[in-house]
């Protein structure tokens, strides 16, 4: 699975997510944030400082995994692809 179909996977799950729990501000705002990670990864942004003001490793741990594991363990994923994508960026301008 690419890193898109990653994002794009968590997408979905979290927007079903979110409508078992509607008003959930935690929920919406990892929606928002992963909207955000496929428009960078699809070249749409490029406001990649940006990444350093993900946290949906934080709000996953706090607020989604007593609610649903499987989407947690997803978000999980996309929390990895955030911190390899941060990496990348360091070592962009390492160069």
């Avoid at 749409?44 to 007593?66: A, F, H, Q, Y």
Wanted: aromatic share 6%; no cysteine; glycine share 4%.
């Amino acid at each position: 699975m690419t890193r898109s179909d990653i994002f794009q996977t968590a997408l979905a799950q979290t927007e079903n997510l979110r409508s078992r729990y509607p008003g959930d501000t935690a929920i919406q705002s990892i929606i928002i944030q992963l909207q955000y990670l496929i428009d960078l990864e699809n070249r749409k942004r490029s406001d990649r400082d940006r990444l350093d003001d993900i946290i949906i490793g934080v709000l996953t741990v706090r607020e989604i995994e007593p609610l649903d594991e499987r989407v947690a363990d997803l978000l999980y994923e996309v929390d990895e692809q955030v911190e390899l994508m941060r990496n990348e960026g360091k070592s962009r301008f390492a160069e």
